[in-house]
């Protein structure tokens, strides 16, 4: 089943190479989405696929990469667009 989650993830993961690390755990993943850096100091992911590729994605952002000491996350769940084509970095 097709899904969308909203994943904002809180703690020490800016500055540790999160959304880059993200990236290519989604792409190895098979899931279209984004990542972004938040001005309160999170990481919000969104993430549309099959919802065992997401979960998985769910539970490696609850690690993060070395470095990254994840302390929340909030995760949303809702209807896919279909608008991703890959997974992107934004700034």
């Given at each position: 089943m097709v899904r969308k989650a909203v994943i904002v993830v809180s703690g020490i993961v800016q500055g540790v190479y999160y959304r880059y690390n993200t990236k290519d755990r989604a792409d190895a993943l098979?899931?279209?989405g984004?990542?972004?850096n938040l001005p309160n100091g999170s990481v919000e992911v969104v993430a549309e696929g099959e919802e065992g590729q997401i979960q998985a994605l769910i539970k490696?952002?609850?690690?993060?990469?070395?470095?990254?000491r994840v302390y929340r996350m909030d995760?949303?769940?809702?209807?896919?667009s279909g608008a991703f084509r890959?997974?992107?970095i934004l700034a």
């Amino acid at each position: 089943m097709v899904r969308k989650a909203v994943i904002v993830v809180s703690g020490i993961v800016q500055g540790v190479y999160y959304r880059y690390n993200t990236k290519d755990r989604a792409d190895a993943l098979g899931l279209g989405g984004t990542v972004r850096n938040l001005p309160n100091g999170s990481v919000e992911v969104v993430a549309e696929g099959e919802e065992g590729q997401i979960q998985a994605l769910i539970k490696w952002c609850g690690r993060g990469p070395l470095g990254a000491r994840v302390y929340r996350m909030d995760v949303k769940w809702g209807e896919p667009s279909g608008a991703f084509r890959g997974f992107s970095i934004l700034a």
